[in-house]
């Protein structure tokens, strides 16, 4: 048993730790080369959205032991839906954070970090890609398929000793800018392969990705208040960072509100859950409508 546990274990544990390396390396290298003075503007660039990482782990926590359940049944299609209903509930919350960030993330800089690090908005916009591709969780998937554990291994490995190799050759001739973008260009790289590897796996066709069409229309509700956005940002005049977040703020909920309600992105699921969070019933009461509107 104890053969049989770490069989499966260790390659993911390497695995885990191949990432934590994979995403410390930069660090290293900007900090070797460019300076301490650089190395701030960068660290400020890459730093973490504490919401993001917080929603995507709860996410795959939760969906772990039901998708293994499933693959136990061999019930391919239901975890294809499952992981389509997942993404789009992500994708709900990380494309307007996304796209907001791309309008009013140099005010956002500012007023978390000060002017000091305005040099910092062009890193962390760069960085900001890898929001919305974190609405596809494939770490319950990869971790159902035991048998898969060691082609994550071998692709994290794989990525990890590119990076080295292009940092150790060229870091120079990149600068920051150049260095995040790798970074970016390798976790998408890791997130593609892994997606393409599970969808041969689970002897996916091209149809059976109709459940993810919702995810455009969510994405054209978030560049569509985007444009709202921006539009007020250019017609304001000159203010303190904190005015124009709360002022694109404002336009960017409001616009983006109305435009997935318009393209019919949310169901009677999202509206019991709103209907839930404005009721002042005791929290019983209230499990019981969710409830009973999930049962329809």
């Not at 005010?107 to 000091?116: G, H, K, N």
């Not at 203010?239 to 509100?257: D, F, I, K, Q, S």
Request: net charge positive; with cysteine; proline share 4%.
């Amino acid at each position: 048993m104890l053969r049989t546990q770490a069989s499966y274990a260790l390659p993911l544990g390497l695995s885990s730790l191949v990432l934590k390396l994979q995403t410390d390396l930069p660090h290293y290298f900007v900090a070797n080369a460019f300076g301490a003075s650089a190395y701030a503007v960068f660290a400020v660039g890459v730093f973490n959205l504490p919401l993001v990482g917080l929603l995507r782990e709860s996410v795959g926590s939760v969906l772990l032991p039901r998708v293994s359940r499933l693959e136990q049944e061999q019930d391919r299609r239901e975890i294809l839906l499952l992981v389509a209903r997942v993404a789009r509930k992500l994708a709900l919350l990380y494309f307007p954070m996304y796209v907001f960030l791309l309008v009013a993330g140099r005010e956002f800089i500012v007023l978390l970090f000060t002017s000091q690090y305005v040099q910092s908005w062009p890193i962390f916009a760069v960085y900001l890609t890898v929001i919305p591709i974190g609405v596809i969780v494939l770490d319950p998937i990869t971790r159902a398929y035991a048998e898969q554990r060691f082609f994550l291994l071998k692709v994290r490995l794989v990525l990890f000793a590119a990076m080295t190799l292009v940092f150790v050759l060229g870091i120079n001739r990149l600068g920051l800018l150049g260095t995040i973008a790798v970074v970016v260009a390798v976790q998408i790289a890791g997130t593609v392969a892994a997606a393409t590897r599970l969808s041969q796996v689970m002897e996916l066709r091209t149809a059976d990705f109709a459940p993810f069409a919702v995810l455009a229309r969510i994405g054209g509700a978030a560049v569509g208040a985007g444009v709202v956005a921006a539009a007020v940002r250019w017609a304001m005049p000159p203010a303190e960072p904190v005015v124009v977040l709360a002022a694109c703020g404002l336009a960017y909920t409001t616009a983006y509100g109305l435009a997935i309600v318009a393209l019919r992105v949310l169901d009677r699921d999202d509206y019991a859950v709103l209907r839930g969070l404005l009721d002042r019933r005791p929290l019983a009461a209230r499990r019981a409508v969710l409830a009973e509107a999930r049962n329809r």
